[in-house]
């Protein structure tokens, strides 16, 4: 382009004349060639450039909003992340990769980002480490080479296709919407696979809960496989990512004297217990630290002293007397404002004096003096029970564990919960960063009790 604008300075010194008129004809077709030269060089810049962008898997431009972790946050009252690295936000749009296999492609600077700054945007996508900042607008480009790792339905997951078995899964559907499914779990139904577990909610609702979505539903907390009551899992990566959030944010404020939105998350369980509180209501707020027993064989929960307190967590639950009775039992209602395991029924039994009935691990000593003890601290007929096919689908034995039985069932369960409209929150992150909390919407659910914890009610009352 230089030797152009000189050609034309050189047009202007000159006089005009026949020969100058030769000149300038001359002149004129060698610009006219040189203007072609470098039109054909950028059409040819600009088909390599396409030509190499067909070689990536180019992610949606990074916008803040979208950032599951910082909704939640902001859902709880706290300020949101100002960071987001490229290996979240490559998670949050790909949940299909596994994590290892990002993290591997970083390694090995596979990983380009082109940026939204308009003094960079020129420029060609540069190679970036899992821990870069983005910008709002930024692209990253993945190897196409990723998009056959999404996870396929095997022809032998879709023929194993039980109707008594998706029947009883989907009669215990409370609620669901674009953003989340809620169950009422019944007792004895592991929540997560493992060592021994033959069928577990998680695998359950991957099969039988998904109706028209890509993905499966995920686990966004857990309940004991004895307790029972509401469990949420979310629909898409990003409604669970939000919900891990706000579950977090809650142990956190709870945990650390921190102010949040409290009423976001709420959860009321109903026990009943062993004996009765000495006051009808109030707040336990105490550290519980994990026990290996057995030469690691087996661990519990337990209230910490001051030899254990740098691995001790906080845990707080509030709690009120709902019913009594004259045969020593009393109804709870809890509200734990942490999420620590075993923190109802530890606090229960170690705190209150009042183990939950149902509690062998907890509360043996208890139910010895009432003539109801195991031979050992684990219950296995209800663990045997859920690998039993009958009638009933897992042959759960639902009406038997009551109070009037020879051996009790757990008596816990997650009655109400309310929780942020997440999908409400999708749609107003999505025009606006700076979620008004004050105006968000709550879903309120309740699970009606189990039948064993019915009739035990219908006992005590």
């Not at 409604?239 to 709420?266: C, D, M, P, W, Y």
């Not at 942490?338 to 705190?351: F, I, M, W, Y």
């Not at 069932?409 to 999908?423: A, G």
Request: glycine share 6%.
């Amino acid at each position: 382009m230089a030797e152009r604008h000189l050609l034309r300075q050189m047009f202007r010194h000159l006089r005009p004349s026949a020969a100058v008129s030769g000149l300038r004809g001359i002149s004129t077709k060698a610009i006219n060639e040189h203007e072609r030269y470098y039109a054909t060089a950028a059409t040819a810049e600009s088909c390599e450039k396409e030509k190499n962008y067909d070689q990536w898997l180019t992610l949606p431009p990074f916008n803040p909003n979208a950032d599951g972790c910082s909704i939640g946050k902001r859902l709880y009252g706290q300020p949101a992340d100002a960071n987001t690295t490229a290996l979240k936000w490559i998670l949050k749009c790909c949940p299909h990769i596994p994590r290892c296999l990002v993290q591997k492609l970083f390694r090995l600077r596979q990983i380009r980002k082109e940026s939204s700054n308009m003094e960079d945007k020129e420029q060609r996508p540069k190679r970036i480490g899992a821990k870069d900042l983005m910008d709002i607008g930024d692209r990253i480009f993945l190897p196409k080479s990723v998009e056959g790792t999404s996870p396929s339905t095997t022809a032998e997951s879709r023929n194993f296709f039980d109707e008594k078995e998706m029947e009883f899964v989907r009669s215990l559907e409370l609620y669901k919407d674009p953003a989340i499914i809620v169950i009422n779990k019944p007792p004895g139904l592991p929540v997560q696979g493992g060592i021994g577990i033959k069928r577990s909610l998680d695998e359950l609702a991957a099969k039988y809960l998904k109706f028209d979505f890509t993905e499966s539903p995920r686990l966004v907390h857990r309940l004991d496989r004895d307790s029972s009551g509401i469990l949420v899992m979310g629909r898409t990566q990003l409604s669970t990512t939000i919900l891990h959030s706000v579950f977090r944010e809650k142990t956190f404020g709870a945990s650390n004297n921190v102010r949040g939105n409290k009423k976001v998350l709420q959860k009321k369980y109903w026990a009943l217990v062993i004996g009765s509180p000495r006051r009808r209501e109030g707040l336990i707020s105490v550290p519980l630290v994990k026990v290996v027993l057995d030469n690691g064989k087996s661990e519990r929960i337990t209230v910490a002293d001051n030899n254990n307190t740098l691995s001790a967590q906080h845990a707080v639950t509030e709690y009120r007397v709902i019913a009594s009775s004259s045969r020593g039992y009393t109804w709870l209602e809890l509200s734990p404002l942490t999420g620590r395991k075993h923190q109802l029924r530890v606090h229960c039994a170690e705190v209150l004096g009042t183990p939950i009935v149902g509690d062998y691990k907890y509360g043996w000593q208890a139910h010895k003096k009432l003539g109801h003890h195991l031979d050992s601290v684990s219950d296995p007929k209800w663990g045997d029970e859920i690998s039993k096919v009958k009638n009933d689908a897992f042959a759960l034995e639902l009406e038997s564990g009551s109070i009037s039985d020879k051996q009790f069932r757990l008596h816990l369960h997650c009655k109400e919960m309310s929780l942020p409209d997440i999908t409400q929150a999708l749609k107003y992150a999505s025009i606006n960063f700076e979620l008004d909390t004050a105006e968000m919407k709550s879903i309120t659910l309740e699970a009606c009790l189990p039948a064993h914890m019915q009739r035990s009610w219908s006992l005590v009352s």
